[in-house]
Protein backbone atom coordinates (compact mmCIF):
# COMPACT_ATOMS: atom_id res chain seq x y z
CA UNK A 1 0.00 0.00 0.00
CA UNK A 2 2.29 2.34 0.81
CA UNK A 3 3.63 2.35 -3.27
CA UNK A 4 -0.29 2.98 -3.78
CA UNK A 5 -1.59 5.44 -1.84
CA UNK A 6 1.05 8.62 -1.93
CA UNK A 7 0.73 12.01 -2.19
CA UNK A 8 2.03 11.61 -5.54
CA UNK A 9 -0.34 8.47 -6.41
CA UNK A 10 -3.30 10.45 -5.31
CA UNK A 11 -2.24 13.86 -7.06
CA UNK A 12 -2.42 11.50 -10.52
CA UNK A 13 -5.97 10.37 -9.74
CA UNK A 14 -7.62 13.77 -8.63
CA UNK A 15 -7.61 12.89 -4.74
CA UNK A 16 -5.63 14.04 -1.61
CA UNK A 17 -3.55 11.82 0.22
CA UNK A 18 -4.80 13.59 3.90
CA UNK A 19 -8.18 12.09 3.11
CA UNK A 20 -7.05 8.34 1.09
CA UNK A 21 -4.22 8.08 4.38
CA UNK A 22 -7.18 9.56 7.07
CA UNK A 23 -9.68 6.90 5.94
CA UNK A 24 -6.69 4.15 6.00
CA UNK A 25 -6.33 4.56 9.50
CA UNK A 26 -9.82 4.43 10.39
CA UNK A 27 -10.20 1.23 8.35
CA UNK A 28 -6.93 -0.35 9.88
CA UNK A 29 -8.49 0.48 13.30
CA UNK A 30 -12.04 -0.90 12.19
CA UNK A 31 -10.50 -3.73 11.08
CA UNK A 32 -7.87 -4.81 13.98
CA UNK A 33 -11.17 -4.09 16.57
CA UNK A 34 -12.97 -6.38 14.53
CA UNK A 35 -10.61 -9.14 14.41
CA UNK A 36 -10.20 -8.38 18.40
CA UNK A 37 -14.35 -8.11 18.95
CA UNK A 38 -14.77 -11.75 16.65
CA UNK A 39 -11.60 -13.81 18.43
CA UNK A 40 -12.27 -12.16 22.37
CA UNK A 41 -15.92 -12.96 21.40
CA UNK A 42 -15.16 -17.24 20.47
CA UNK A 43 -12.72 -17.08 23.48
CA UNK A 44 -15.49 -16.34 26.24
CA UNK A 45 -17.98 -19.06 24.16
CA UNK A 46 -15.46 -22.13 23.81
CA UNK A 47 -12.53 -21.65 26.26
CA UNK A 48 -12.61 -22.32 29.43
CA UNK A 49 -10.70 -20.03 31.89
CA UNK A 50 -7.13 -21.36 32.38
CA UNK A 51 -4.22 -18.34 33.36
CA UNK A 52 -1.46 -21.25 33.50
CA UNK A 53 -2.53 -22.65 30.04
CA UNK A 54 -2.52 -19.19 28.25
CA UNK A 55 0.90 -18.12 29.69
CA UNK A 56 2.29 -21.32 28.53
CA UNK A 57 0.21 -20.63 25.35
CA UNK A 58 1.42 -17.30 24.62
CA UNK A 59 5.07 -18.03 25.73
CA UNK A 60 5.21 -21.09 22.46
CA UNK A 61 3.48 -18.97 20.47
CA UNK A 62 5.77 -15.84 20.62
CA UNK A 63 8.99 -18.62 20.68
CA UNK A 64 7.58 -20.14 17.63
CA UNK A 65 6.95 -17.01 15.37
CA UNK A 66 9.88 -15.32 16.51
CA UNK A 67 11.61 -18.62 14.91
CA UNK A 68 9.32 -18.32 12.11
CA UNK A 69 10.09 -14.65 11.22
CA UNK A 70 13.73 -15.28 11.68
CA UNK A 71 13.57 -17.96 9.43
CA UNK A 72 15.63 -20.96 11.84
CA UNK A 73 15.89 -23.79 9.86
CA UNK A 74 14.58 -22.54 6.84
CA UNK A 75 10.88 -22.30 8.59
CA UNK A 76 8.23 -20.26 6.47
CA UNK A 77 5.24 -18.52 7.96
CA UNK A 78 1.93 -20.10 6.55
CA UNK A 79 -0.25 -17.32 5.18
CA UNK A 80 -2.48 -17.43 2.65
CA UNK A 81 -1.48 -15.32 -0.71
CA UNK A 82 -4.56 -12.98 -1.25
CA UNK A 83 -3.99 -9.11 -1.41
CA UNK A 84 -6.05 -5.94 -1.76
CA UNK A 85 -7.85 -5.14 -5.44
CA UNK A 86 -5.69 -2.96 -6.45
CA UNK A 87 -8.08 -1.97 -8.91
CA UNK A 88 -10.28 -0.09 -6.66
CA UNK A 89 -7.63 3.04 -7.10
CA UNK A 90 -9.17 3.41 -10.48
CA UNK A 91 -12.76 2.62 -9.73
CA UNK A 92 -13.57 4.65 -5.99
CA UNK A 93 -12.84 7.87 -4.44
CA UNK A 94 -9.83 8.22 -2.12
CA UNK A 95 -12.10 8.03 0.98
CA UNK A 96 -13.68 4.37 -0.29
CA UNK A 97 -10.59 2.72 -1.23
CA UNK A 98 -8.49 4.09 1.80
CA UNK A 99 -11.17 2.77 4.19
CA UNK A 100 -11.44 -1.06 2.36
CA UNK A 101 -7.64 -1.25 2.11
CA UNK A 102 -7.30 -0.06 5.77
CA UNK A 103 -9.93 -2.21 6.74
CA UNK A 104 -8.57 -6.00 5.00
CA UNK A 105 -5.07 -4.66 6.08
CA UNK A 106 -6.21 -3.86 9.92
CA UNK A 107 -7.48 -7.23 10.52
CA UNK A 108 -4.55 -8.64 10.23
CA UNK A 109 -5.77 -12.36 8.31
CA UNK A 110 -7.88 -11.39 5.13
CA UNK A 111 -4.50 -9.97 3.07
CA UNK A 112 -1.17 -11.77 2.91
CA UNK A 113 0.28 -12.39 6.88
CA UNK A 114 3.77 -11.64 6.83
CA UNK A 115 4.46 -12.08 11.05
CA UNK A 116 3.66 -14.26 13.18
CA UNK A 117 3.31 -11.33 15.14
CA UNK A 118 -0.28 -11.33 13.45
CA UNK A 119 -1.24 -14.80 14.93
CA UNK A 120 0.06 -14.12 18.25
CA UNK A 121 -2.33 -10.74 18.38
CA UNK A 122 -5.53 -12.73 17.06
CA UNK A 123 -4.10 -15.97 19.87
CA UNK A 124 -3.89 -13.25 22.53
CA UNK A 125 -7.38 -12.17 21.44
CA UNK A 126 -9.02 -15.36 21.77
CA UNK A 127 -7.13 -15.85 25.45
CA UNK A 128 -8.78 -12.66 26.79
CA UNK A 129 -12.09 -14.60 26.58
CA UNK A 130 -13.53 -10.83 26.47
CA UNK A 131 -14.92 -8.85 23.73
CA UNK A 132 -13.61 -5.55 25.35
CA UNK A 133 -10.32 -6.79 25.78
CA UNK A 134 -9.97 -8.36 22.51
CA UNK A 135 -11.42 -4.94 20.66
CA UNK A 136 -8.55 -3.43 22.60
CA UNK A 137 -5.93 -5.31 21.68
CA UNK A 138 -7.03 -5.28 17.69
CA UNK A 139 -7.35 -1.59 18.18
CA UNK A 140 -3.77 -1.14 19.06
CA UNK A 141 -2.73 -3.59 15.97
CA UNK A 142 -4.93 -1.88 13.74
CA UNK A 143 -2.99 1.82 14.88
CA UNK A 144 0.16 0.51 14.57
CA UNK A 145 -0.78 -0.79 11.31
CA UNK A 146 -2.28 1.79 9.92
CA UNK A 147 -0.02 4.63 10.61
CA UNK A 148 2.37 2.59 8.73
CA UNK A 149 0.99 5.16 5.95
CA UNK A 150 2.71 7.91 6.93
CA UNK A 151 5.66 6.41 5.50
CA UNK A 152 4.64 7.59 2.27
CA UNK A 153 3.61 11.40 3.12
CA UNK A 154 6.93 12.79 1.68
CA UNK A 155 6.56 10.96 -1.73
CA UNK A 156 5.46 13.79 -4.23
CA UNK A 157 7.57 12.68 -6.78
CA UNK A 158 8.82 9.10 -8.63
CA UNK A 159 12.11 9.97 -7.23
CA UNK A 160 10.58 10.35 -4.04
CA UNK A 161 8.90 6.56 -4.49
CA UNK A 162 12.32 4.83 -5.13
CA UNK A 163 13.55 6.59 -2.54
CA UNK A 164 11.00 5.25 -0.55
CA UNK A 165 11.08 1.60 -1.66
CA UNK A 166 15.45 1.69 -1.14
CA UNK A 167 14.40 2.78 2.53
CA UNK A 168 12.05 -0.47 3.28
CA UNK A 169 14.68 -2.40 1.66
CA UNK A 170 17.73 -1.20 3.18
CA UNK A 171 15.50 -1.80 6.25
CA UNK A 172 14.17 -4.74 6.16
CA UNK A 173 16.84 -6.93 7.54
CA UNK A 174 16.61 -4.36 11.06
CA UNK A 175 12.91 -4.91 10.79
CA UNK A 176 12.79 -7.96 11.42
CA UNK A 177 15.32 -8.07 14.17
CA UNK A 178 12.78 -6.15 15.83
CA UNK A 179 9.74 -7.71 15.05
CA UNK A 180 11.59 -11.04 16.61
CA UNK A 181 13.05 -9.79 19.54
CA UNK A 182 9.82 -8.24 20.40
CA UNK A 183 8.07 -11.91 19.95
CA UNK A 184 10.42 -12.70 22.00
CA UNK A 185 9.86 -10.19 24.93
CA UNK A 186 6.24 -11.21 24.50
CA UNK A 187 7.46 -14.74 25.33
CA UNK A 188 9.87 -14.05 28.24
CA UNK A 189 7.14 -11.88 29.72
CA UNK A 190 4.27 -14.66 29.38
CA UNK A 191 6.82 -17.06 31.03
CA UNK A 192 7.71 -14.82 33.74
CA UNK A 193 3.76 -14.05 34.59
CA UNK A 194 2.99 -18.06 34.34
CA UNK A 195 6.04 -18.46 36.68
CA UNK A 196 4.42 -16.03 39.19
CA UNK A 197 0.82 -17.26 39.11
CA UNK A 198 2.39 -20.63 40.27
Not at 146 to 161: E, H, K, M, P, Q
Given at each position: ???????????????????????????????????????????????????????????????????????????????????????????????????????????????????????????AAMLTRS????????????????????????????????????????????????????????????????????
Amino acid sequence: MLSSITPLGERGRNNRFVTAASFFVVGSVLGGMTTGAAFGLLGAVALPAAPVVDGVVIALLAVVGAGLDARVAGMRLPTIRRQVDERWLQKYRGWVYGLGFGFQLGTGVATIVSSAAVYLMVVAAMLTRSVAAGVAIGAVFGTVRGLSILLARRVVTYDGLRLLHRRIADNAERSVVANVAVQGLIGAVALVAVVSVR
